[in-house]
């Protein structure tokens, strides 16, 4: 009696958590159904706002540039400097331009916060250790010479396909902030800097002494040299090349430019480029008010958060993949209360598929048909896999009750897109397919190892997920059969998987452990057991998981150094629980400790509190914290635990 007591009164709880966790993430829709969380990176775009506000010479917003401030202050380390992730390591390009930001907006260099800076910096070698961005950037301001950069020809606008480099090689994200960029680098123009302020002091050199960055970790000497001679060459010959194919490049690069700029939402619909196209008007004598130009301009202040004591601006918003989320964990939650909003935000997604634009990834994908989902508002060139593999999972569940024609055309089109972008490996990339010219990340240019867009398991997991919950199998999809071959080939010895676009084999393992239990992968497979046996294994003794960003640096030799625990947070404590639950590990003990962690650490408000990053942008260079994960992933593990204890089957039938 009592022992049954006990065990209502567990489930009492568990109801009562997961209630509370859907009111609250109700709590956060939108007027028009959809979900939009902040998007936080680390201290470099709200210090590149600030200093682009700055190379334009805009009024000081002072009210704001304070605001900036107070967060830029707080969110500076112990050790000094700024870190990439919350309570990280120093990185030096990060802390430059930290310093340099709240020395433009006034704080004196005296002030014990910017001494710290300044003393962290140079004892770790001084701003010539800076990233090839940040040395654009301080090219730009007349820190440094340009000879601190690599040569970056305009011309390579005009090169064709075949040539070994082309834009159509290289990652969206690359594209999009290469481009104008290329431009910049052509006219070399001066930020106006009306302050005049300068950062001379963080270097243990003339800064106009500086010469090119040494070869990062990630890069072969062999090919680094031969691009590192190449550069050299083409810093002898650019000033020859004719006036006349200069100036046609830069036409087809504002060409280029304008046919993405996506109105107020940017080109690209990310920070970089946006902030690089202003610049690149700016340059070529555009005034504020030239519509390309403004576009741009307002989208930046579109990015700003601004609260009652601080401000910062975001890389970029995630609406799309917020909103698809969000509607699984609330069709997983099965209430009356959660399934109207998640058929609606499903709506809101409706519209958003794009369907009549052939973005850049048609140029190595000719035949296939448009029809997948951006990460942004507006972004139609570039939509991702990701978004598009969730996104028709969720409709595709939410049809299974309510059947929507809307949603089956919606579903059609976008598995049509993902099974016509699968690369010749078996893997999916986020946006392009084929991006395979790994020897592009030797270039001098490519020191932060994110040139291209490769297939990864993560988002090859996803894929296979959508098109296992359509009913394919190994058996009757070829495209499904190679998707499982390139997941065999690439899980680590210890039975992780890696995972590039979340912090990190936790979330690899389980992006995978869903899409082989779709695929109808035997729970018992070796594969499955050895992911399950190292999930349970690096469990905390909490109960719950965490896993630092440190996970991705290349010096490991052996996977089982790779992985890097950290305390414990909400969002990837559910991760490794719906890995487990997708393997059949319902009643595993780790699982019930799992549960009890997330149950015991949710706040009044029924939501979590999680300041760790957990999400990437790109692996040691850029990370993110979504502030939607801690939302809603507790809670779609929650009620998944809830609604496999309730069947007898135990078996997760849905791809995620």
């Not at 009111?23 to 979900?35: E, T």
């Not at 078996?426 to 490519?446: H, K, M, Q, R, T």
């Not at 030799?557 to 490794?576: H, I, L, R």
Request: glycine content about 8%; proline content about 6%; charged content about 20%.
């Amino acid at each position: 009696m009592q022992a049954a007591t006990r065990k209502l009164e567990a489930g009492d709880a568990l109801e009562a958590s997961i209630y509370s966790a859907t009111q609250a993430l109700l709590g956060h829709r939108q007027a028009d159904g959809h979900w939009v969380f902040e998007l936080e990176a680390d201290c470099t775009i709200p210090a590149e706002y600030v200093l682009l506000r700055h190379y334009l010479a805009e009024p000081v917003d002072a009210a704001l540039e304070a605001k900036i401030a107070n967060y830029l202050r707080r969110i500076q380390g112990a050790h000094g400097g700024w870190p990439l992730v919350h309570a990280g390591d120093f990185d030096m390009s990060a802390s430059v331009k930290g310093y340099f930001a709240l020395k433009m907006i006034g704080d004196s260099v005296d002030a014990p916060h910017m001494a710290r800076a300044r003393e962290a910096i140079l004892a770790r070698g001084g701003a010539s250790k800076s990233n090839v961005f940040t040395r654009f950037m301080l090219a730009l301001f007349g820190v440094t010479t340009w000879r601190a950069t690599p040569v970056l020809p305009v011309e390579i606008m005009l090169l064709p396909m075949w040539f070994p480099f082309h834009l159509n090689k290289t990652s969206y994200w690359a594209r999009t902030t290469l481009v104008p960029l290329l431009v910049l680098a052509a006219l070399k123009p001066r930020a106006k800097n009306p302050k005049g302020v300068g950062i001379d002091e963080l270097f243990l050199e003339d800064p106009r002494s500086v010469g090119m960055t040494s070869r990062a970790p990630h890069q072969s000497r062999g090919w680094y040299m031969l691009f590192s001679a190449l550069d050299s060459v083409l810093r002898v010959v650019e000033p020859l090349f004719p006036k006349r194919l200069r100036a046609r490049a830069i036409e087809a690069a504002v060409a280029f430019t304008e046919e993405r700029l996506n109105g107020e939402d940017g080109m690209g619909a990310i920070f970089p480029p946006m902030a690089n196209a202003v610049m690149m008007y700016e340059a070529l004598g555009k005034d504020a008010d030239y519509p390309p130009r403004a576009s741009q301009r307002r989208g930046l202040d579109l990015l700003l958060v601004i609260g009652e004591e601080e401000a910062y601006c975001q890389p970029c918003v995630s609406p799309v993949w917020d909103t698809a989320l969000t509607c699984h964990a609330l069709l997983e939650a099965e209430s009356e209360e959660a399934l109207p909003p998640a058929r609606k935000g499903l709506d809101w997604l409706v519209p958003r598929q794009v369907l009549d634009v052939k973005g850049d990834w048609a140029v190595k994908a000719p035949n296939t048909r448009p029809g997948g989902w951006a990460f942004q508002y507006n972004n139609d060139h570039y939509p991702d896999l990701d978004d598009t593999a969730v996104v028709v999972m969720a409709m595709d569940r939410a049809r299974r009750a309510v059947p929507n024609p809307a949603y089956d055309a919606a579903i059609a089109r976008g598995r049509e897109w993902i099974e016509g972008m699968q690369s010749k490996d078996g893997g999916w990339a986020a946006f392009d397919v084929n991006n395979l010219e790994y020897y592009l990340n030797n270039i001098p240019f490519s020191d932060h190892g994110a040139l291209l867009d490769p297939p990864t398991e993560d988002v090859t997991a996803r894929c296979i997920s959508m098109l296992a919950q359509l009913g394919e199998t190994a058996e009757t999809s070829p495209a499904v059969a190679a998707g499982i071959a390139y997941l065999r080939r690439t899980q680590l010895a210890e039975g992780s998987w890696y995972g590039r676009w979340g912090l990190n084999y936790i979330y690899g393992t389980w992006s995978v452990l869903c899409a082989l239990n779709a695929a109808g992968v035997d729970h018992n497979d070796p594969m499955v057991r050895k992911a399950v046996g190292w999930l349970s294994s690096v469990q905390n003794a909490d109960g719950g998981w965490g896993e630092d960003a440190t996970s991705y640096r290349l010096d490991y030799n052996e996977f089982k150094k790779g992985f890097d625990g950290c305390p414990s947070t909400a969002s990837q404590t559910a991760w490794a629980l719906l890995g487990l639950m997708a393997a059949g590990e319902v009643e595993n003990p780790a699982v019930a400790r799992g549960v009890e962690y997330l149950m015991t650490t949710q706040t009044q408000k029924g939501l979590w509190d999680e300041q760790r990053y957990t999400a990437t942008g790109f692996p040691r260079v850029f990370y993110l914290r979504y502030h939607g994960y801690s939302k809603f992933f507790p809670l779609w593990a929650l009620a998944r635990y809830r609604n496999l204890r309730k069947t007898n089957s135990r078996v997760v039938g849905v791809g995620m």
